[in-house]
């Protein structure tokens, strides 16, 4: 106990990994904040719907708070299963659409594509490109557009009209608690959205490519194995 009186809060945890969490925490938070402020906005009745879609948000938040402090050998295999990134990927777009109304947002898609793998997985890697291109891009739109290729199997691009990365930043935006000089004056952050997309990724034994141009905008091109 402090001078205060308070009780300081101490955790074993590893910095990197408190971190990641408290990021995968924010997210859902500022999901349902969206949505509740868009329902009062447009004087919404409740409905059954948005009661499902906050709820899995909310469940999201409960499986991350459970597993903080639970060492690796204790965390519980990933279910896999058949992801239709038609249905995943426009979720993600509407949600991302009511909490950023000043942007456009779309999506592209070839047809219908599938992939198998953990959903909150791919969801968490989608949500993460898509929210750092919202948070970084004040005015114009961003892009989602999803395509199979026979030579890498699954390309996944996200484009924006945002503030852009330097050519010296480019290097360093995947490391953990890396954030440029203009994302730290635009917004407030833990800088580690881009390092759980690289994690993801090598998981996924994919690649990723970025291109960028300050003040004009960024391209974040995924490529997966099907």
Not at 5 to 14: A, K, S, V, W, Y
Request: aromatic share 8%.
């Amino acid at each position: 106990m402090d001078d205060d009186g308070i009780i300081p809060f101490t955790t074993n945890l590893d910095p990197k990994k408190w971190a990641t969490t408290l990021h995968k925490i924010k997210t859902p938070l500022t999901i349902i904040k969206g949505q509740l402020d868009q329902a009062l906005r447009n004087n919404e009745p409740s409905s059954q719907q948005l009661i499902k879609e906050l709820l899995a948000e909310v469940n999201k938040l409960v499986g991350t708070v459970n597993d903080i402090g639970q060492n690796d050998d204790n965390i519980q295999p990933l279910a896999i299963q058949k992801i239709y990134l038609n249905k995943l990927a426009s979720f993600i777009i509407q949600k991302f659409q009511l909490t950023n109304p000043d942007l456009s947002l779309s999506l592209k898609i070839d047809g219908e594509i599938f992939i198998y793998d953990n959903e909150d997985r791919i969801y968490e890697l989608l949500v993460n490109l898509v929210e750092n291109a919202c948070k970084y891009t004040d005015r114009g739109y961003v892009s989602v557009e999803i395509r199979r290729d026979k030579e890498h199997g699954l390309l996944l691009s996200v484009t924006d009209t945002g503030i852009g990365i330097s050519k010296e930043d480019l290097p360093h935006i995947f490391e953990t608690f890396y954030r440029s000089p203009q994302a730290k004056q635009k917004r407030a952050g833990y800088g580690m959205g881009l390092y759980i997309v690289k994690q993801i990724i090598e998981i996924l034994h994919g690649e990723i490519e970025v291109k960028s141009t300050l003040q004009q905008g960024s391209t974040f091109l995924v490529k997966l194995p099907l």
